[in-house]
């Protein structure tokens, strides 16, 4: 189990993930990003082999990242849970 101080920057990067996750910008970004991509790749031509793997490669980027986010904020959450299960029980002692 990570001690407290660990568990606290956990906390801070979840919830910094989530605020990124959650704001309108970003959403809007991710959405655009992955829109501009998927037409690309719709729109080319089926002999264009490189442009079409770059748009696939990029696509699968823009998920990655967006899962690391996603990671983030669950581990902050988890994190949250620790801390909280830990203040009950020096509360119980």
């Known amino acids: 189990m990570l001690n407290s101080p660990d568990l ?3 906390l801070r990067k979840g919830r910094e993930a ?3 996750l959650e704001h309108p ?3 809007a970004a991710f959405e655009d990003m992955r ?3 998927y037409k690309a790749w719709v729109d ?3 002999s264009a082999k490189e442009e079409r793997e770059l748009c696939f490669v990029a696509m699968k980027l823009l998920e990655r990242l967006h899962g690391s986010l996603q990671q983030h904020m669950l581990t ?3 994190a949250a849970q620790q801390l909280l ?3 009950k029980s ?3 002692h």
């Open 76 to 78: 902050g959450q988890f």
């Open 44 to 46: 080319s031509h089926p």
């Open 25 to 27: 910008l970003l959403v």
């Open 85 to 87: 299960l830990g203040e």
């Open 8 to 10: 606290e920057a956990e």
């Open 18 to 20: 989530a605020m990124l």
């Open 35 to 37: 829109k501009g991509l």
């Open 90 to 92: 020096n509360v119980n």
